[in-house]
């Protein structure tokens, strides 16, 4: 969606062969993408990702950090192994791509957009064991608060909090189990959280920084 909004896409995973394939599409249908194998939560990865960004586009104006894991267990399960994973992936990643890329941002006065969750909101708190991905996707939110407070008016901080969507975070498949999850009866498709996504880092949401948006068909109240 951003390629069809006209922006030169530069987008980041660990899978070689998904990553060639989108970029493929993206390109066949008329859009300017360039797919870069690197892991977000290896500050050597970022490092060779940032290099490669100013040496071929001199400049960045969006930066939407979008990994994530979902690692469960109760707290008896827990073990040091998956609750590092999940900060590393969940917020890790985030603070060091945004600790990378922040000057080029400043420079072109851009915008950065946080993919966060439901999950991480105080008001939400269903599931019994969601300890690491809940806790560290409310950090996720409280940083994006602290980076839209230091870096107005440069650069404008966003986080989008989707509800419950249809992504390869589920291992489990069966979609039909979530039914009854929200007010609007059924999971959210990829493209309509893609579409808040392409509001909150276009000029559309100009006078909008430190903002916690909610894309959940009503999961919060339900």
């Given at each position: 969606?951003?390629?069809?909004?006209?922006?030169?896409?530069?987008?980041?995973?660990?899978?070689?062969?998904?990553?060639?394939?989108?970029?493929?599409?993206i390109?066949?249908?008329?859009?300017?993408?360039?797919?870069?194998?690197?892991?977000?939560?290896?500050?050597?990865?970022?490092a060779?990702?940032?290099?490669?960004?100013?040496?071929?586009?001199?400049?960045?104006?969006?930066l939407?950090?979008?990994?994530?894991?979902?690692?469960?267990?109760?707290?008896?399960?827990?073990?040091?192994?998956?609750?590092?994973?999940?900060?590393?992936v969940?917020?890790?990643?985030?603070?060091?791509?945004?600790?990378?890329?922040?000057?080029?941002?400043?420079?072109?006065?851009?915008?950065?957009?946080?993919?966060?969750?439901?999950?991480?909101?105080?008001?939400?708190?269903?599931g019994r064991?969601?300890?690491?991905?809940?806790?560290?996707?409310?950090?996720?939110?409280?940083?994006?608060?602290y980076?839209?407070?230091?870096?107005?008016?440069d650069?404008?901080?966003?986080?989008?909090?989707?509800?419950?969507?249809?992504?390869?975070?589920?291992?489990?498949?069966?979609?039909?189990?979530?039914?009854d999850?929200?007010?609007?009866g059924?999971?959210?498709?990829?493209m309509?959280?893609?579409?808040?996504?392409?509001?909150?880092?276009?000029?559309?949401?100009s006078?909008?920084?430190?903002?916690?948006?909610v894309?959940d068909?009503?999961?919060?109240?339900?």
């Open positions: 969606m951003l390629a069809k909004e006209g922006a030169s896409v530069i987008f980041v995973g660990r899978n070689l062969e998904r990553g060639r394939k989108k970029e493929q599409e390109q066949d249908a008329g859009g300017k993408a360039r797919f870069v194998r690197a892991d977000v939560s290896d500050r050597g990865g970022i060779s990702l940032k290099s490669l960004v100013e040496r071929e586009y001199g400049r960045l104006d969006v939407f950090n979008n990994a994530g894991i979902l690692l469960t267990g109760s707290l008896e399960e827990i073990t040091d192994e998956d609750w590092d994973r999940s900060y590393e969940n917020v890790k990643a985030t603070l060091h791509m945004c600790q990378a890329f922040m000057d080029m941002l400043k420079k072109s006065h851009g915008v950065v957009l946080n993919n966060a969750s439901i999950n991480g909101l105080h008001s939400y708190i269903k064991r969601s300890y690491m991905y809940a806790t560290s996707k409310a950090a996720n939110i409280q940083l994006t608060r980076l839209a407070k230091n870096y107005a008016p650069v404008r901080v966003n986080a989008i909090c989707p509800g419950m969507t249809k992504t390869n975070l589920f291992t489990n498949r069966d979609f039909s189990r979530f039914k999850v929200n007010l609007l059924r999971m959210a498709d990829p309509e959280i893609a579409r808040t996504a392409i509001f909150l880092l276009s000029e559309d949401s006078f909008m920084t430190g903002s916690i948006i894309v068909g009503g999961e919060t109240i339900h």
